[in-house]
């Protein structure tokens, strides 16, 4: 079974680009949660979605980012204009759908992340 | 607010020597779920364990065991007789259950050097 694939592996942006993540999760798996971690820092929680809708995106940084799960499928995750604080590595991981509005400590399978580098 | 603290940043050990990575946590929820997962060189989050708050019995696997101690809120990771393979970077996570979702919140993380 495939495990969560996250494109592109890594990204050099120069300040004031865009750019566009891409994580494809486990087949099957609901619950899509992005995850990005600043060099040094703890790994922070960004948004979680369940299937096509956004459950929790207490996370987000800013209006800049903009994360997509279109059909509960792939999602995506929009950087637009970036900074030099952006710079990190972003995660993406899935775990199997549960009850709603119930926590199931479901395990997360994490992508290999995206090292994101704005100059 | 949960908060999860993994005092060690970095670890070097000889190979063959048994390793700790210490983890304690902070939760007002009474049900949750604590993790460890482990970062390699190769960059990606590799699951090793999770544990429920109700169950503090401790865990083997293989050269791998868990600490789980409620009353002093820490879940520590040994690693015995540790191999150069081993070398990576190991986070301990926390997820409440109340929170309503499965969103975990991670320490620092504690970077393992195994030599030969």
């Known amino acids: 079974e495939a495990g969560v694939t996250q494109f592109p592996s890594h990204s050099v942006i120069e300040k004031g680009q865009t750019v566009t993540l891409r994580c494809d999760p486990i087949?099957?798996?609901?619950?899509l949660y992005w995850y990005r971690r600043v060099m040094g820092k703890e790994i922070k929680f960004l948004l979680h979605?369940?299937?096509?809708?956004?459950?929790?995106e207490s996370g987000m940084p800013n209006n800049r980012f903009l994360a997509e799960r279109t059909g509960g499928t792939y999602s995506t995750l929009k950087v637009q204009p970036a900074e030099l604080e952006d710079s990190g590595v972003y995660f993406c991981?899935?775990?199997?759908?549960?009850?709603?509005?119930?926590?199931?400590?479901?395990?997360?399978?994490f992508g290999p992340g995206t090292r994101l580098t704005v100059t | 607010a949960q908060k999860v603290t993994q005092a060690q940043t970095e670890i070097s050990v000889v190979e063959k020597e048994d390793v700790t990575l210490d983890c304690v946590y902070e939760?007002?929820?009474?049900?949750?779920?604590l993790f460890w997962y482990k970062q390699p060189p190769s960059g990606e989050l590799v699951f090793l364990i999770r544990?429920?708050?109700?169950?503090?019995q401790n865990e083997i696997s293989g050269r791998y065991s868990w600490n789980f101690q409620k009353s002093t809120s820490s879940f520590n990771f040994t690693i015995t007789a540790s191999q150069v393979v081993d070398s990576a970077v190991y986070f301990c996570?926390?997820?409440?259950?109340?929170?309503?979702?499965?969103?975990?919140?991670f320490g620092k993380g504690t970077m393992l050097l195994v030599s030969p």
């Open positions: 087949s099957g798996h609901d619950n």
């Open positions: 939760t007002r929820d009474t049900t949750y779920y």
């Open positions: 996570a926390l997820s409440e259950a109340l929170s309503g979702y499965s969103t975990l919140t």
């Open positions: 979605f369940v299937k096509e809708s956004k459950q929790d």
């Open positions: 544990r429920n708050s109700f169950d503090e």
């Open positions: 991981a899935s775990s199997q759908p549960g009850r709603v509005g119930r926590s199931t400590g479901y395990e997360q399978y």
